[in-house]
């Protein structure tokens, strides 16, 4: 398969159709074959059923429809998962971004990149947003590739790339800053961006705080999560230095000098209470390093209920 398009779909009725049929044409001149992968991510209007029609009418289309509403990252997800190109494209269902746009991502790929990110420069959507993506970007450049636009959802990837993508939580806002941390080749490239004329977005500006959490752990998860114990056992081992030469020292004077251990108790219960406390940090160090290992290598962070053509 020369390329895969996946669409992350929440409550787009009103923009599948002509979105298909932008996409359709844009696929059927620059490329042999391809496939347009939906997945449907628990709409309550009745995207599902545009959905079903469009892939009955069309072979390229596939639709994978969730149980409930899980979310862009693992709807992205799941369409990574099935996707069969040996290139994949990500684009939003709403029309806001560009299919007119794919030959050219596609090309710059072939340049020698694993990902090319778009970068809408000129961006159509409400002050607050593009504010709050700004913040976001200029953070994330911290731990990431010198891009300007992380949330643009239009991208593309070699196959090696995005199967090596492994989201949950909000993770789709900080694609570029997994890869980069991975090795892979990832450059920008300016698209179009349009207003949305049917729906509405569904981050508010709630976003800017889910992002900066997930910012947190991102940095943290990036750091550590591979050795967390290097991370708390440093700690640990900090505090329990401390409390040891704190006990050792009252040895010491105790029997070397004489001095009664009892008047300085506020000392020794330092020094018990910073070994205690240096040993559980330790300890919590090891169970998140069991945690690492297994969690996200056991589970995808969705569920499917139904799929067409796949
Ligand atoms: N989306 C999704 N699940 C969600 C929220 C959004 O699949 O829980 C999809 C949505 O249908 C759209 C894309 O993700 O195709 C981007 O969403 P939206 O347009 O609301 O974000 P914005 O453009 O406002 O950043
Ligand atoms: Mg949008």
């Not at 994978?64 to 369409?79: E, P, T, V």
């Not at 007119?100 to 991502?105: E, G, S």
Request: glycine share 8%; proline share 3%.
């Amino acid at each position: 398969m020369e390329i895969s398009v996946v669409f992350p779909v929440y409550n787009e009725a009103k923009n599948l159709k002509k979105l298909h049929e932008e996409t359709r044409e844009v696929l059927k001149n620059n490329f042999e074959e391809w496939e347009e992968i939906y997945v449907e991510d628990g709409s309550e209007d009745n995207s599902y059923r545009v959905l079903e029609k469009l892939s009955e009418d069309d072979d390229h289309v596939k639709v994978i429809k969730f149980r409930r509403n899980f979310g862009q990252s693992a709807a992205l997800m799941a369409g990574f998962d099935h996707a069969e190109g040996d290139v994949v494209v990500s684009m939003d269902a709403d029309l806001q971004n560009d299919p007119k746009d794919i030959p050219k991502l596609v090309d710059k790929l072939k340049e020698g990149y694993d990902c090319v990110s778009g970068w809408r420069k000129n961006r159509k959507d409400s002050i607050g947003k593009r504010f709050s993506s700004w913040v976001q970007t200029h953070l994330s450049m911290r731990t990431g590739p010198d891009i300007h636009d992380f949330g643009c959802t239009l991208k593309a990837y070699r196959k090696e790339a995005v199967k090596d993508i492994n989201l949950y939580g909000e993770g789709h806002r900080y694609i570029p800053a997994k890869l980069y941390k991975s090795g892979y080749k990832i450059t920008e490239m300016e698209v179009n961006h349009r207003p949305r004329k049917h729906g509405r977005t569904k981050y508010g500006t709630g976003r800017l705080f889910r992002g900066f959490y997930d910012l947190i752990f991102s940095y943290f998860w990036n750091q550590f999560s591979v050795r967390p114990l290097h991370f708390l056992g440093g700690i640990g081992t900090v505090f329990m230095s401390v409390g040891f030469f704190i006990g050792l020292y009252r040895v010491i004077m105790k029997y070397a000098f004489g001095v009664p251990v009892l008047p300085h108790l506020a000392q020794l219960l330092l020094a018990v209470g910073l070994l205690l406390f240096g040993f559980l940090l330790f300890m919590f160090g090891i169970l998140a390093e069991m945690l690492a290992k297994t969690y996200y290598e056991e589970r995808k962070p969705y569920v499917v209920e139904e799929k067409k053509g796949l």
